[in-house]
Nanobody, 124 residues
Framework: QVQVVESGGGLVQAGGSLRLSCAVSGSTSNINYMAWFRQAPGKEREFVGALRWSGGTTYYADSVKGRFTISRDNAKNTLYLEMNSLKPEDTALYYC?????????????????WGQGTQVTVSS
């Protein structure tokens, strides 16, 4: 069993920065990828980025590439999402998730473990 808990959301102005945290606990040895997804009202859940648990290789959606960075603190077993140059369109509920799959890691439907989400609101 794996548990994930997101935190760090809040209200920021456009152009600002925010760091989200995802505390991971449980049997993490079976995790293939950890990822961040987001969902705005009236829109489908969107892939933001992912980190391969073994090795730490990262992947990003084109919409956030160059602005967002995923990292991990091994000592704290915590995944981070550093968000810079935030735009109003980044406003969404952000989720942390883990999957046992090795492929299709950009698909939310294949993730096994989900946090409850943390709200990010970017004002213009």
């Amino acid at each position: 069993q794996v548990q994930v808990v997101e935190s760090g959301g809040g209200l920021v102005q456009a152009g600002g920065s925010l760091r989200l945290s995802c505390a991971v606990s449980g049997s993490t040895s079976n995790i293939n990828y950890m990822a961040w997804f987001r969902q705005a009202p009236g829109k489908e859940r969107e892939f933001v980025g992912a980190l391969r648990w073994s090795g730490g290789t990262t992947y990003y959606a084109d919409s956030v590439k160059g602005r967002f960075t995923i990292s991990r603190d091994n000592a704290k077993n915590t995944l981070y999402l550093e968000m810079n140059s935030l735009k109003p369109e980044d406003t969404a509920l952000y989720y942390c998730a883990g999957t046992l799959y090795a492929l299709a890691f950009r698909s939310s439907g294949l993730y096994d473990y989900w946090g409850q989400g943390t709200q990010v609101t970017v004002s213009s």
